[in-house]
C-alpha cells in the first residue's frame, strides 16, 4: 500500500485538485478532449502527490488514461486503487474496463465478478458481468474449435472471382459449419468416453448451451450456415449501377467511380470486393517485411499517418495533395481501419490503389490491423454488415501479409509504432521477421507495431500496456547503427496532426483528424522531397460525414464501457 511522508500529505488540498479534475471532464467542446484529458491526469497526479492513500485519485486517474487509449497506465492505477481499498468496487471496474479495452477478456472477467460481489444489487454491475461472461465464453469455443496454425488452410486460396468455396469441389469449411460439427461431436465424444449417465446429462446440457448460443451467433450476423454461397452472390446483377472492373484491370476510372460511390453512401458490389482484396493479397505476399522505397531526385513522397475508418477525410488527404500515382506515390503507415465507422470504404480504397499502380500506394501493418483489434473496435463487424462473414477470414489473412516497415532512400526508416526493448536490432534483423502471423505479445514484430516515444533517455514501460517507451538515445543509437537519418511513426493522436520528437531525430505523423469525432486534432501527411528528403509538413482539419458515429459497428460488449 503506497505510503505518504506526513510532512508532504495535504488531504484537503489534494481534494480541492480532485475537484478541478472531474470538472475537466465536463469543460465545454471548445476545449480539445486530448487537453481534458491530459488536463484531468496532471491534476489526479498532483492529488495523488498530496494523499496517496486515496483509492479514489488513483482510479479516477485510471479513467482518464482509458479515455487517452493509454490502457497499460489505467491497469497500473486501478490497481493501486484496489490495493489501497480491497473493497473499493470503481477500482476493479476501472482496470476490468481497460483490459477488456486491450481484448484481454478472462481478466477482464475476473474484475468484474469482483465488481458483482461487491455489489450484488447494482443492475448494472450484473449486466456488464452477463455481457463479460458472454465473451468469455465465446472466446473459449472459438479456441476449442481452431485450428492449428500448422494445420489452417487459406481462405483465400479456396475462393475465386465466381465461387465464395461453398460448392461441390471446394474444400472450404464456413467457421459456421465447423462450429456445428464441433458443439455437436464434442459433447457426444464426452459421452460416449465416459458412459455415465452423468456425463451423458453434462454433455446434452453442454450441446444444448452451444447450440443456443450459436444460435443467436447466426442471427446477428445475418447468414446462414448452409446457404449456397453464404450470403454472398458474386452474380453482378444487371440493374447494378455502381463502379465495375473489367477484366483483371483496375483502373483510375474505376477507382474515381468507387469512391464517388462510396461518397454516396453506395456499395461496390462483393464481386469486385473480392478481386481487389484477392489481388492485392498476392501483391503483399511478394514483398519483403522490411521494403526499400526509391524516390528518385527530383520526385516526391508522401507518408500519411493512421486514417482509422474515416473515410471522408481520406478523400480529403487525396483532394489536398492528389490522387496516388506513379508520380506521387503514397506510404500509408498502418491502422488504416477501426473506430471509424467507414472502414470498408477506407481499405477498399488503398488497396484499389494498390491494385491500380503498386508503386503507387505503399501499406504498413498496424496494431490494428489484427484479429484481437477488429473484434472490438469495429471492422470486423462492418466488415459483416457491409460485406459478409467470408471477408472477415480474407482481411484478416491479409493483413498478415502487409510488410511491417520502409526505409525511403537508405536514409528514412517508417514503422507504425516504434522501436525496440534491446541494443543493436539491424535492419536485416527487422527483414527476417516472419510477418504472416497474428502480431505476438512480445518481440520486434510486437514493439514494430506497438512502442511509443517517450521525453525521458532509457526505456520505460508502455503505457498502452503492450510493447514500450523508448527515449531519445535510443533513437540516435537506432539510427546510427542502421545508418539512418530519420524515425517516421504514427499509432498516437497529435493535436497537430504531428510532432517532432527527440531532437529532431524522430516524427509522429497522425492523418485521422477529430479523431472519433471527439478529440479535436488536426490530421496531417509529410511529403519528403529527393534528394535532400526534408520533411515538409502539411496539416488539415476533419471534414463532415454522414451522420454515422465512430464504433458504430464495434463489439456490443465494449461499447457498454466506452
Avoid at 480529403?316 to 470504404?345: M, Q
Wanted: hydrophobic share 40%; aromatic share 10%.
Amino acid at each position: 500500500m503506497p505510503t505518504m511522508d506526513p510532512a508532504n500529505s495535504n488531504p484537503s488540498r489534494a481534494e480541492e485538485l480532485k475537484v478541478l479534475a472531474n470538472e475537466a471532464f465536463k469543460v465545454f467542446s471548445w476545449i480539445r478532449e486530448a487537453h481534458k484529458f491530459a488536463q484531468a491526469i496532471d491534476l489526479y497526479t498532483q492529488a495523488i502527490d498530496l494523499n496517496g492513500d486515496n483509492a479514489v485519485y488513483w482510479a479516477n486517474r485510471a479513467f482518464a488514461h482509458t479515455k487517452l487509449e493509454e490502457y497499460g497506465s489505467a491497469i497500473i492505477d486501478a490497481t493501486k486503487a484496489v490495493e489501497i481499498d480491497p473493497k473499493y468496487s470503481k477500482g476493479y471496474y476501472r482496470r476490468g474496463a481497460a483490459y477488456l479495452a486491450m481484448a484481454k477478456f478472462k481478466e477482464a472477467l475476473k474484475d468484474f465478478q469482483q465488481v458483482k460481489k461487491l455489489c450484488p444489487n447494482d443492475p448494472d454491475a450484473s449486466k456488464k458481468l452477463k455481457e463479460c461472461e458472454k465473451a468469455v465464453m465465446k472466446l473459449k469455443f472459438e479456441e476449442a474449435i481452431s485450428v492449428p496454425e500448422s494445420q489452417r488452410r487459406s481462405v483465400a486460396d479456396s475462393v475465386d472471382y465466381t465461387t465464395i468455396g461453398t460448392g461441390t469441389e471446394s474444400s472450404y469449411f464456413p467457421p459456421k459449419v465447423t462450429a456445428v460439427a464441433a458443439a455437436v461431436v464434442l459433447p457426444a465424444v464426452l459421452a460416449v468416453y465416459v458412459g455415465t449417465k452423468a456425463a451423458i446429462v453434462v454433455a446434452a446440457a453442454v450441446m444444448a448451451t452451444v447450440l443456443v448460443f450459436l444460435g443467436a451467433w447466426w442471427l446477428r450476423s445475418n447468414d446462414h450456415v448452409f446457404s449456397k454461397n453464404q450470403s454472398l452472390d458474386l452474380v453482378v446483377e444487371p440493374e447494378y449501377a455502381g463502379a465495375r472492373i473489367e477484366g483483371d484491370v483496375v483502373t483510375l476510372d474505376f477507382v474515381k467511380k468507387m469512391m464517388d460511390d462510396f461518397k454516396n453512401q453506395k456499395s461496390l458490389h462483393r464481386r469486385y470486393a473480392l478481386q481487389i482484396v484477392l489481388q492485392t493479397r498476392e501483391m503483399l505476399r511478394s514483398l519483403p517485411t522490411l521494403v526499400d522505397v526509391n524516390v528518385p531526385d527530383g520526385k516526391h513522397f508522401t507518408v500519411c499517418g493512421d486514417v482509422h475508418g474515416q473515410f471522408y477525410d481520406l478523400l480529403n488527404i487525396f483532394e489536398l495533395n492528389g490522387f496516388p500515382s506513379e508520380d506521387n506515390p503514397y506510404l500509408f503507415n498502418g491502422d488504416f481501419v477501426d473506430r471509424g465507422s467507414f472502414s470498408v470504404e477506407v481499405i477498399l480504397t488503398l488497396f484499389a490503389f494498390k491494385c491500380m499502380c503498386p508503386t503507387a500506394m505503399y501499406l504498413a501493418r498496424g496494431n490494428h490491423e489484427s484479429k484481437s483489434m477488429n473484434k472490438i473496435y469495429g471492422f470486423e463487424g462492418e466488415v459483416r454488415s457491409k460485406l459478409s462473414e467470408i471477408f472477415v477470414e480474407l482481411f484478416a489473412e491479409v493483413f498478415c501479409c502487409l510488410p511491417l516497415a520502409h526505409v525511403i532512400n537508405n536514409k528514412i526508416f517508417v514503422v507504425h509504432g516504434g522501436l525496440f526493448s534491446v541494443d543493436g536490432v539491424k535492419l536485416s534483423e527487422i527483414s527476417a521477421i516472419d510477418r504472416f502471423r497474428e502480431p505476438p505479445e512480445e518481440g520486434l514484430m510486437c514493439e514494430l507495431l506497438w512502442s511509443d516515444p517517450q521525453p525521458q533517455l532509457g526505456r520505460g514501460p508502455s503505457k498502452r500496456g503492450v510493447g514500450l517507451s523508448f527515449g531519445a538515445d535510443v533513437t540516435k543509437k537506432f539510427l546510427k547503427e542502421n545508418n539512418l537519418d530519420l524515425v517516421v511513426r504514427s499509432h498516437e493522436v497529435k493535436d497537430e496532426g504531428y510532432e517532432i520528437e527527440h531532437d529532431g531525430k524522430l516524427i509522429t505523423v497522425f492523418s485521422a483528424p477529430n479523431y472519433c469525432d471527439q478529440m479535436g486534432n488536426k490530421g496531417a501527411f509529410i511529403r519528403f522531397e529527393a534528394p535532400s528528403l526534408k520533411p515538409n509538413i502539411v496539416t488539415f482539419s476533419a471534414v463532415p460525414h454522414p451522420d454515422v458515429k465512430p464504433m458504430a459497428y464495434a463489439n456490443n460488449f465494449f461499447r457498454m464501457f466506452s
